[in-house]
């Protein structure tokens, strides 16, 4: 089933653009700020500023190296707080977390997020050449693999685009990543790269991040950030 594509808002004079600001990103404890800033780098992410303090290092990223100097498209990342690390060792001693007791619903979510990486809270990136992306993925999987920063502390996904475009379909047939890739996305002309990892903490239990890496077509109309099919 698919939505209709809602009609471009057109502008009244009185409305000012908006662009996406900056999103504030945290690692636990101090020793992993430079392994966290090694990740979004090897992410594609653009370090800008590095500011040393007692608790771990803050960071200044940018989505690109056109966001330098502006005000949007930046990542922050520093060290959780004191008072939100407590709040996060509460919350695993109250669902009794890691424990042959815990609490039936952190399966249940965890399992959630298995299934669907992106049915929680989530960053997505929009990554403008699917080499770049392949390129990426492989990097990713081989830190993972191999780096004691990152071995069994990164989980990665995919999903490619639903069949039925013969030219994407080769494409994606030929690709490293995306070719033995089995999940399809809700839509055509793009595919998603999910990573999950510990070494950014968020999310609910405020112990992994996701990101999601898109890369749409550019010569369809319709693509899985333009319109969702299920």
Same mark, same amino acid.
Request: glycine share 10%.
């Given at each position: 089933?698919?939505?209709t ?6 502008a ?9 600001g ?10 992993? @700020?430079?392994i966290?800033?090694? #990740?979004?780098?090897?992410? *594609?992410? /653009?370090e ?6 007692? $608790? ?12 330098v100097?502006?005000g ?6 520093s ?10 060792e ?10 042959a ?6 399966k ?7 299934s ?7 960053? @997505?990136?929009?990554?403008?050449? #699917?080499?770049?992306?392949? *390129?990426? /993925? ?7 693999? $191999? ?11 995919m ?5 039925g ?28 790269v ?6 950014v ?25 333009s319109? /969702?099919?299920?």
């Amino acid at each position: 089933m698919a939505t209709t594509a809602p009609a471009r808002p057109t502008a009244t004079g009185t409305e000012s653009e908006r662009t996406m600001g900056h999103l504030a990103l945290h690692y636990g404890e101090a020793s992993y @700020g430079p392994i966290a800033a090694r #990740l979004l780098k090897a992410m *594609g992410l /653009v370090e800008t500023q590095v500011l040393p303090l007692p $608790n771990g290092n803050f960071y200044r990223f940018v989505a690109n190296k056109g966001h330098v100097e502006r005000g949007d498209g930046i990542i922050y990342l520093s060290a959780l707080p004191e008072p939100q690390l407590k709040l996060i060792e509460a919350i695993k001693a109250a669902l009794r977390i890691g424990t042959a007791e815990e609490h039936e619903a952190v399966k249940g979510y965890r399992d959630m997020l298995v299934s669907d990486p992106e049915a929680s809270f989530h960053f @997505g990136f929009l990554v403008e050449s #699917l080499e770049d992306l392949e *390129g990426m /993925v492989l990097n990713l999987r081989e830190l993972a693999a $191999n780096d004691p920063d990152f071995k069994g502390r990164m989980e990665i996904g995919m999903n490619r685009a639903r069949r039925g475009d013969a030219e994407v379909d080769a494409r994606l047939d030929a690709s490293p990543v995306f070719g033995p890739c089995e999940r399809y996305a809700y839509g055509s002309g793009g595919v998603q790269v999910f990573v999950s990892t510990d070494v950014v903490k968020a999310g609910q239990l405020g112990d992994r991040m996701y990101f999601e890496f898109d890369y749409v077509f550019p010569d369809k109309a319709e693509h899985i950030l333009s319109i /969702v099919n299920l």
